[in-house]
């Protein structure tokens, strides 16, 4: 079924096709007890400038896909090419802000995004790159917390350094693995709003964990939804019909707001039967090569 025409309608001159292409990508691991299939045969399509959530239950592999996409780990099968060209290590194209900060708590919140403009861009000068550190500081609030250490700020205040950091290399792809779980509900939906008001502004293509379900369908254009491991895959992609830009308040008044709310919890947590959707696929259906991974119940295609 295709995607509703009045979904994303306002952000079809950003949008290309095809942007980041997910192809056939499968992962397993090797332990002490045998093989682990963590992903199977996964492929997804993102558009240039499109917000896609990554939602499921733990263990699903949301963080394995992520961390494939940022090239911290080599798929087992497949290839994840972006803007053309495949993927296959770091790179200054995709940033990436975890649900642990990763700042080094020696550096004070400036020089820890100096240290990325630096690598990224050694060509600035010195009077360029501190400009712009001080931009980007700006951006997120926290000019007078410039010569802070990270032991010195809220853990808020810690995310927002990491969403500046990896903003302020202007990456083609921002990957996000649940920078907000570990936050009280209040700075948590702060800081969606201030998510959403620095992607209207660059218009970076958006890759996002998360296992907050209002969270997906505030931030979202698509969610798309794991099912369990092992061997998860993509069960379903719901398009989110809300148009931009979007309010907290209002969105939650939305007729359609609980419906699509209520989508994405049958999928997680309903009991409807159809299990073998939820499920992902058997290190031994992988081991004998006879299965291609539940069939997809899509209201979209994967594109």
């Not at 961390?67 to 290590?89: M, T, Y």
């Not at 709310?261 to 992902?280: M, S, V």
Request: charged letters at 25%; proline letters at 5%; aromatic letters at 6%.
């Amino acid at each position: 079924m295709k995607c509703d025409e009045a979904v994303g309608q306002d952000l079809i001159k950003r949008i290309e096709t095809n942007y980041l292409e997910i192809s056939r990508v499968s992962k397993t691991f090797e332990g002490a007890t045998g093989i682990y299939p963590a992903l199977h045969a996964i492929d997804l399509k993102i558009r240039k400038g499109e917000f896609v959530t990554l939602i499921g239950h733990s263990g699903c592999g949301k963080s394995t896909l992520l961390s494939i996409v940022a090239g911290l780990i080599a798929p087992s099968e497949g290839v994840i090419v972006l803007e053309g060209k495949e993927i296959d290590g770091p790179g200054p194209d995709r940033g990436v802000v975890f649900q642990s900060h990763a700042l080094l708590p020696w550096l004070t919140c400036a020089e820890n995004i100096a240290l990325a403009v630096e690598a990224v861009f050694p060509g600035m000068t010195r009077a360029e790159q501190k400009e712009r550190v001080a931009h980007f500081l700006n951006m997120v609030g926290l000019t007078d917390a410039a010569e802070k250490r990270p032991a010195e700020l809220s853990g808020g205040m810690r995310q927002r350094v990491g969403i500046a950091r990896a903003l302020s290399i202007r990456p083609k792809v921002l990957l996000l693995d649940e920078p907000f779980g570990a936050l009280d509900a209040l700075t948590r939906g702060h800081l969606q709003d201030e998510l959403l008001r620095l992607w209207e502004k660059f218009g970076t293509t958006v890759l996002m964990v998360t296992h907050d379900v209002d969270e997906a369908l505030l931030l979202s254009d698509r969610v798309v939804m794991m099912t369990q491991g092992p061997g998860a895959t993509i069960g379903r992609i719901v398009p989110i019909p809300f148009r931009r830009p979007r309010s907290r308040m209002e969105l939650v008044r939305q007729s359609g707001y609980q419906h699509w709310k209520g989508e994405i919890l049958e999928f997680l947590y309903g009991d409807d039967g159809d299990d073998e959707l939820k499920r992902g696929v058997s290190a031994g259906d992988l081991q004998k090569g006879g299965s291609k991974g539940p069939a997809l119940a899509s209201v979209t295609d994967h594109q």
